[in-house]
């Protein structure tokens, strides 16, 4: 009996030692690549969700649904915390109690709804005509004077280069100061670019006193009947308090009649600290985001335009002089809501 179960076990054991072997020399099995999720936009997660509850009220449970995909989406998009708070309020407020018939298009709402909230941050109540600010003060016999500051990195130079040319384009004659006489090549810089644009440069050494280049610009305008200056400053973080007090000092100096930020849509909400903070510093009358054609969402726009209260002028959309388009809602609702 002992025998025959010691046969049975050796028969159990070959059988096992067989199947392991065929299964070690077996090979791998294909990997299937993996998925990437793609992103959802904000209209798509809300349509989707508005879709499951087609044909009822929305309850809050619902509507919590619904607004954590939202969030979610906005988040993804670079939108600031507290401006995607301020959206989902709006949406909260356009679907709460509301009723969505079997006829109506889920989508169709979604868009409404969503929009309209996006739009009425991104259209605040102070506009900024700047063609007409600027022949509004040259009718005074003056010339019309823009200060530009933003950190190091974000385009500034180029920027007002590229505004430059849009002004030149459009009949105006345009002085640059280079008050950026903080940063080793900054005057340089500037020079480069009036010379390729043809257009006057205002200059002193480096490390002079930058708010008596733009003064000394002005001068030269009012002077030769130039219609628009365009201050360059030194690129700083809003952090380091003695540029800081250098920009506040050129502002009280040129008294502009636009200061603006120029900020880097791709650093998201570093981008809208740093608006918070110039505009808490010395104030802003409008924006200007470089690099929307990298793949910006739009979140950066979005947000600045709401922790400022001021528009966003134009968009810089490439390397070109003529890369620079002026700011319209619609741009941005394409590349925030635009589905994947």
């Known amino acids: 009996m002992l025998e025959k179960l010691r046969e049975k076990l050796r028969r159990v054991k070959a059988k096992l030692t067989k199947k392991l072997e065929e299964k070690a020399s077996a090979p791998p099995p294909e990997e299937k690549p993996e998925k990437r999720p793609s992103r959802l936009s904000p209209k798509l997660r809300v349509k989707r969700a508005l879709k499951k509850v087609a044909g009822v009220e929305l ?69 900024v005509d700047l063609l007409e600010r600027i022949r509004a003060k040259n009718e005074r016999g003056e010339p019309a004077v ?19 040319k849009y002004l030149q384009d459009r009949g105006l004659r345009v002085v640059l100061a280079a008050s950026d006489t903080f940063r080793a090549g900054g005057i340089e810089q500037l020079e480069t670019h009036a010379r390729r644009l043809g257009v006057e440069l205002v200059k002193q050494r480096q490390g002079a006193d930058a708010a008596a280049v733009a003064y000394d610009a002005i001068s030269h305008a009012r002077a030769r009947g130039f219609h628009v200056v365009l201050v360059d400053t030194a690129g700083r ?104």
């Not at 810089?316 to 941005?332: C, H, W």
Request: charged share 30%; net charge negative.
């Open 59 to 127: 309850s809050p449970s619902d509507l919590e649904d619904i607004l954590w995909d939202l969030q979610v989406s906005l988040l993804e998009s670079d939108v600031a915390v507290p401006v995607a708070d301020e959206i989902l309020s709006r949406v909260r407020g356009k679907l709460t109690g509301r009723r969505l018939g079997l006829g109506e298009d889920p989508k169709k709402v979604a868009e409404a709804v969503l929009e309209e909230a996006v739009r009425e941050i991104l259209e605040p109540p102070e506009r």
């Open 146 to 164: 823009l200060v530009f500051f933003g950190i190091n990195g974000t385009g500034k130079t180029t920027t007002i280069a590229k505004l430059a």
């Open 237 to 340: 973080m809003q952090t380091d308090r003695d540029l800081m007090d250098e920009m506040r000092k050129i502002v009280r100096v040129t008294q502009p009649d636009l200061r603006i930020f120029v900020g880097d849509a791709l650093t998201g909400n570093d981008a809208v600290e740093q608006a918070r903070s110039f505009n808490q510093e010395v104030g802003i009358d409008g924006s200007i985001l470089c690099k929307m054609d990298a793949d910006a969402r739009g979140g950066a726009a979005l947000s600045i335009t709401y922790v400022t209260g001021k528009p966003i002028l134009f968009l810089g959309t490439g390397q070109a002089y003529e890369d620079l388009v002026e700011f319209k809602p619609e741009l941005i609702l394409r590349s925030l809501l635009e589905e994947d």
